[in-house]
T-cell receptor
Framework: DVKVTQSSRYLVKRTGEKVFLECVQDMDHENMFWYRQDPGLGLRLIYFSYDVKMKEKGDIPEGYSVSREKKERFSLILESASTNQTSMYLC?????????????FGPGTRLLVL | DQQVKQNSPSLSVQEGRISILNCDYTNSMFDYFLWYKKYPAEGPTFLISISSIKDKNEDGRFTVFLNKSAKHLSLHIVPSQPGDSAVYFC????????????FGEGTQLTVNP
């Protein structure tokens, strides 16, 4: 069974803080993704990575950065948290090629920025 | 620019009846479509998919239909069960974008006993 774990289920941070969200997968997947889920907007892709040290911007990368130093770990960084980054953050991983292997999601981190 | 749209935020059906969830897309380059199911406090899980070379794919109680000319797909659940109550997301991909998926807004399905 593929397992994608996220470091926290709930986080409360203050405006301006630097926030790290960690994601680890145990199935040796090349691809990893970060999404945010907001009511009425569905899942929107923030960043993704096809390999170690590689990263590509998704649809809404502004205010975020990522790090992938090891294959199994993909970190999302909020450089200076703002209230409009309050959201549910979901990490996913998949095998290439294409979408045929589908994406496996972690349980999500609900982030509240005050 | 919402390329994948689920126009119904919610749907309520009786147990045993058919649930039909709809999804429309605008990008004709999309060639693979997936449905995910999400329970509260859990991540989405893959449910069923369909390639653009097909118009139907069936897996047990779940069937996905694709109408390429209308850029429309639907998920049919027959018979519906209370355990099917969840948010359903439609997603699309194009071969040139590799594993990247574009998701719709989601539809909350409630199956009443």
């Amino acid at each position: 069974d593929v397992k994608v774990t996220q470091s926290s289920r709930y986080l409360v941070k203050r405006t301006g803080e630097k926030v790290f969200l960690e994601c680890v997968q145990d199935m040796d997947h090349e691809n990893m993704f970060w999404y945010r889920q907001d009511p009425g907007l569905g899942l929107r892709l923030i960043y993704f990575s096809y390999d170690v040290k590689m990263k590509e911007k998704g649809d809404i990368p502004e205010g975020y950065s990522v790090s992938r130093e090891k294959k199994e770990r993909f970190s999302l960084i909020l450089e200076s948290a703002s209230t409009n980054q309050t959201s549910m953050y979901l990490c996913a991983s998949s095998l290439p090629p294409g979408p045929f292997g589908s994406q496996y999601f972690g349980p999500g981190t609900r982030l509240l920025v005050l | 620019d919402q390329q994948v749209k689920q126009n119904s935020p919610s749907l309520s059906v009786q147990e045993g009846r058919i649930s039909i969830l709809n999804c429309d897309y605008t990008n004709s380059m999309f060639d693979y479509f997936l449905w995910y199911k999400k329970y509260p406090a859990e991540g989405p899980t893959f449910l069923i998919s369909i390639s653009s070379i097909k118009d139907k794919n069936e897996d047990g109680r779940f069937t996905v239909f694709l109408n390429k000319s209308a850029k429309h797909l639907s998920l049919h659940i027959v018979p519906s069960q209370p355990g099917d109550s969840a948010v359903y997301f439609c997603a699309a991909s194009k071969e040139t974008s590799g594993s990247r998926l574009t998701f719709g807004e989601g539809t909350q399905l409630t199956v009443n006993p």
